[in-house]
């Protein structure tokens, strides 16, 4: 059933059953023209619990031009996957991302992949093919480049989550300071690294293996478009009290060679370029970017190739740090 408001204009819902069942649609299809845009609200139940929620809207020129004055910079690609429990209530709004397309009850349509507020709070897993663009792009800068930044990679509500998570180990005590070095030579020295982590575990809790199972799609791209032979992901919680930083270094042990790929995901609501603790990284000729670390932000680069630091910030700094790794070398074990 859905619901148009403020428009009186026929709308039909069909179901669309693709092999692949992570991309079976409900699909809400616009039966006329509309004369500007509108907000949707639909009541639906899912024929399984994997659903694609697609909204089309059908704006004019006016509608076109109110899109690019509200034009939203949060990606959808995320959005698109998920499990929902049967009968939720969704609030829909239209997208920056637009497929063109014609038929003959619309000359020239925008259909919008919504916006569905609140959405997490029914999810219970996120998985998104191998072969989505936004994981595509990921593979083609880290070819290109070496390293990849999305600045809008997760949905804020799993972000937001994810960082209650974090706080909540910390307030629970079961984050611990890190160490630096490997096997017997670890040692915690507060003045390079002064942050606190705890590693993942499958099964602790819904948002994270939400988190994992989305970086395993990450893996698998990875592996498809680079060859690099990525057998798991391995990551922690990582708390920076304020003042604490990690000195400049590489990712990649110099007797280890498994890990491959590192991945940083920024936990931190409202942050602001005052608040400092960017990541620095050291590309080409030495040359230095700062990534601040806001909320959703994901950034993945090449653990061995480039040098990086962690700057103070004056307020908690959480991110999920992670490696993807191979088998590693005969010569190392």
């Known amino acids: 059933m ?18 692949n069942r992570w991309r079976q649609v409900v699909a809400v299809t616009l039966l006329c023209r509309f004369e500007s845009i509108v907000e949707m609200r639909a009541l639906f139940r899912p024929a399984c619990s994997f659903v694609q929620l697609i909204v089309g809207v059908c704006p004019d020129r006016r509608g076109a031009e109110h899109q690019q004055q509200n034009k939203q910079t949060t990606h959808w690609g995320l959005l698109s996957a998920g499990r929902y429990s049967p009968g939720v209530s969704v609030d829909l709004s239209s997208y ?18 919504c916006r569905i507020s609140g959405l ?14 936004l994981l595509l792009r990921i593979v083609d800068d880290l070819a290109a480049n070496g390293w990849s930044q999305q600045n809008i990679f997760l949905p804020e509500a799993l972000t937001l989550e994810l960082a209650q998570e974090c706080r909540k180990r910390a307030a629970e005590g079961e984050l611990e300071p890190a160490a630096v070095g490997k096997g017997p030579a670890q040692e915690i020295r507060e003045g390079i690294r002064g942050d606190r982590i705890q590693w993942l575990e499958p099964g602790q809790v819904e948002c994270c293996d939400s988190y994992l199972e989305l970086m395993d799609s990450l893996r698998q791209a990875l592996n498809r478009g680079l060859f690099l032979g990525l057998e798991d992901y391995e990551s922690h919680f990582a708390l920076y009290p304020p003042g604490a930083r990690y000195l400049r270094h590489v990712d990649r042990f110099r007797d280890d ?13 409202a942050w602001l370029p005052e608040h400092g603790g960017q990541l620095r990284m050291y590309l080409k000729d030495d040359l230095a970017y700062d990534v601040q670390p806001t909320g959703g932000c994901l950034v993945v680069f090449l653990s061995g190739d480039i040098p990086h630091e962690v700057m103070p910030a004056t307020r908690d ?8 790794r191979r088998r590693g070398n005969e010569l190392f074990q």
Not at 96 to 113: F, G, N, P, Q, V
Not at 120 to 133: F, L, N, Q, V
Not at 258 to 264: G, L, Q, T
Not at 317 to 324: D, H, N, P, Q
Request: proline content about 3%; glycine content about 2%.
């Open 2 to 19: 859905v619901h148009c408001l403020r428009c009186e204009t026929l709308i039909a819902v069909g179901h669309q059953s693709l092999k």
């Open 257 to 269: 060679d498994k890990r491959m790929v590192s991945a940083v995901l920024y936990l931190n609501n």
């Open 317 to 324: 700094r959480l991110s999920l740090t992670g490696w993807f």
């Open 96 to 113: 920056e991302c637009r497929w063109r397309m014609k038929s003959h009850a619309i000359d020239t349509a925008c259909i919008h992949l």
């Open 120 to 133: 997490m709070d029914t999810m219970h897993a996120m998985r998104i093919p191998s072969d989505h663009p």
